[in-house]
C-alpha cells in the first residue's frame, strides 16, 4: 500500500473515532454543552499528520456526528470552525516540529489552540449561526463561549495524550506520520 493510501485510510480511521468519542464519552460541563472528546482525535491528527488529516477529522467528523444526532442544526458553524482549528493547529504542529525545546512547542502549539478556537467559534461558528438564526452576533458569542471553554480544555489535555502516544503510532503508522 503506497503512503497516500495509508494516509487516507487512517485519517479515515480518525473520522470514525472523533464520531464514535463523541457520541459515546459525554461529560457535562455547562447548559446543555459537554466536552467533546473527538477533540482529542482532532489533536492527535493535527500532531501527527499535519493540517489536512486535521481539517479532515474535525470537519467531517463533525458532519457525520450532526447528521447522526441532530442532523443540520448547529452543524455548518462548528465544520467551519473545525476546518480553521485543523488548519491553525495542524500546520504549528507541522512548522514545529523539528524545535529542539519540547517545552516550547507544546507552549507554541497550546497559544495555537487558544487562538484557533477563538476564532473557530467565537467569531466563525458565532457569525453562521447569527446569520442562520437571526440572531445578535453578541448572544452568539456568549452562548458559544461555553464550547470554546470546554473545546480548548479538551485540546490542551490532549497534548500530553499525543506525547504519550509516540512510540505505538510510529510502530504502527510507520512513515504515514510526522516523525
Known sequence: MNQSTKKICITA???SLFVVLSLCLQVPV???YYLCLGY???TVFCYY???ISGMAVGGFGVVLYCLLTSGLRGMPGWAIGNLVIGLIVGLTCRIT???KNQWLR???IGFSILVSVAIAMLGIKSLVEAVIYAQP???RIIKNTYAFVADVVVMMVSLPICVSLKSVLHKTFGDAIAK
Open 40 to 42: 482529542v482525535v482532532m
Open 13 to 15: 480511521m480518525g473520522i
Open 137 to 139: 452576533m453578541v448572544l
Open 49 to 51: 499528520m499535519g493540517p
Open 30 to 32: 455547562f447548559e446543555n
Open 106 to 108: 507544546h507552549l507554541i
Open 97 to 99: 516540529l523539528r524545535m
